[in-house]
């Protein structure tokens, strides 16, 4: 990964796509003639869809170093399918605070022979959390459906004409900065225009590129290069983002932010009450998807807000 991503200059302010004028489903690349047949591969969002988080590295901030081998790993993602979850997002390196990036074929060697593994069981989503356009590549081959990349395409020009190609959903995340340095002094003006203002820039990229504007969803990057403040003003106006009309992901999952609302001792598994609490706030902010380690206890308590909702 690059010292230093890009600079995103900002663009004039300017109207996307409504919400109404996208189908309302993440519609995932098809994969055999069979399936095709058998049903549509389509994520709809008339409810928030689970994103199971599957960090098969030994360093990850929460749970690096969980996983005995590739098959534990695969069945521990059976698993959280049969919690509820709607996509498994699997990813071999980390990216915290402070991380040190590792090598393509590094990344491959974790996470390929367990997206296959998952792919032999099950049809369930698979994203591969990656910025290397030759792991995406492996990935999809090997059976993930969308590419979630924490540089919205800016560490690796071949990214952006992978996702073209294959025409996978694309996760596009705001982050200042790069893992390794990212929260050093992190500094906004305003935090939510701000990163209005690089999702213009990127989603503008994506569509110049061959990327159907539908295929595209947004994640504004908690903890990605934010101040708890940021963290904070994200939760509170994530319908700033609905501008764009596309799908809006959350993840806050056991994030730093928690505990500094909450100071304790706890270790970040142990983050619960303040994960669920964020992955509700997000969904009733307008977020579409929620990234989160909790599967069972999200689900349960996301099926009571959509309940009342809906009542």
Do not use: W
Not at 120 to 129: C, H
Not at 136 to 150: P, Q
Request: charged share 25%.
């Amino acid at each position: 990964m690059p010292t230093q991503l890009p600079l995103i200059t900002p663009m004039p302010r300017q109207i996307f796509t409504r919400p109404e004028d996208i189908k309302r489903v993440i519609t995932l690349p098809v994969r055999t003639a069979a399936l095709s047949e058998q049903r549509a591969r389509d994520l709809p969002l008339s409810r928030p869809l689970v994103m199971a988080i599957l960090n098969v590295t030994p360093d990850s901030f929460s749970d690096g170093g969980r996983y005995r081998s590739p098959q534990h790993a695969v069945e521990c993602a059976l698993e959280m399918f049969e919690q509820g979850a709607d996509i498994i997002d699997i990813g071999g390196e980390s990216t915290r605070p402070g991380s040190t990036p590792i090598s393509a074929e590094a990344e491959m060697s974790r996470v390929i022979p367990i997206i296959r593994g998952i792919r032999q069981e099950s049809d369930i989503a698979i994203s591969i959390d990656t910025y290397k356009a030759s792991t995406a590549r492996a990935a999809i081959d090997a059976g993930a459906d969308i590419i979630n990349d924490i540089t919205a395409f800016r560490a690796d020009n071949d990214m952006v004409t992978v996702a073209a190609q294959y025409k996978t959903p694309v996760i596009l995340m705001h982050m200042l900065g790069t893992p390794a340095e990212m929260q050093k002094n992190p500094y906004y003006v305003e935090c939510v225009r701000e990163i209005c203002e690089f999702f213009e820039s990127r989603i503008a990229y994506c569509i110049e590129h061959g990327i159907d504007k539908s295929k595209i969803i947004l994640d504004p990057g908690i903890g990605f290069g934010k101040r708890l403040m940021d963290n904070v003003q994200i939760l509170a106006n994530l319908d700033e983002f609905r501008q764009f009309g596309l799908p809006l992901l959350v993840g806050a999952s056991r994030k730093s932010f928690i505990n500094m609302l909450n100071p304790t001792d706890k270790k970040p598994e142990e983050r619960l009450g303040g994960s669920v609490a964020a992955a509700v706030v997000a969904v009733l902010h307008g977020a579409d998807i929620v990234r989160v380690h909790d599967v069972s206890e999200t689900i349960e308590a996301l099926k009571v807000v959509q309940a009342i909702k809906e009542s």
